[in-house]
């Protein structure tokens, strides 16, 4: 199961939005990043596991795992139900492109996100009032 988004998926947000998603992120030993376009591991200083530390100020940006983008629409005051665990982390992602104010791929009607995967798999977000 996909654990994380890629850079590929980070690089469709504008460039105000991935000024949000710097703002909110907090760097933690074993988060992925993407840096210069390529993916990284924040690592403690003492470690020899290939990781990096992270630095906000040049530009890099969280590859969000699942627990980081429930966590964005949580404190966005969004209600997560699923339908399925099955692709979860792109249909995650689309919600957290919402969010964010970035994206073609949802729909929302009387307060509630659809997001649909790429399986067909849908999500629904109950967004706030």
């Known amino acids: 199961m996909k654990q994380h ?4 998926q980070l690089n469709e947000l504008s460039s105000g939005a991935k000024e949000l998603l ?12 993407s840096s210069d ?4 591991l924040v690592c ?4 020899l596991d290939g990781g990096m530390d992270v630095s906000k100020d040049d530009g890099d940006l969280p590859l969000l795992s699942i627990g980081q983008m429930i966590e964005l629409l949580d404190k966005s005051g969004v209600d997560i139900m699923f339908n399925s665990v099955e692709d979860i982390c792109d249909s995650l992602w689309n919600g957290c492109k919402k969010i964010l104010g970035d994206t073609d791929k949802t729909e929302e009607a009387e307060g509630v996100l659809s997001v649909s995967g790429v399986s067909g798999v849908s999500v629904v977000l109950q967004l706030p009032r």
């Open 5 to 8: 988004i890629t850079i590929e």
């Open 37 to 40: 376009g390529k993916e990284y």
């Open 44 to 47: 403690d200083k003492s470690s």
């Open 22 to 33: 710097r703002a909110w992120w907090i760097p933690r030993e074993g988060d992925f990043f």
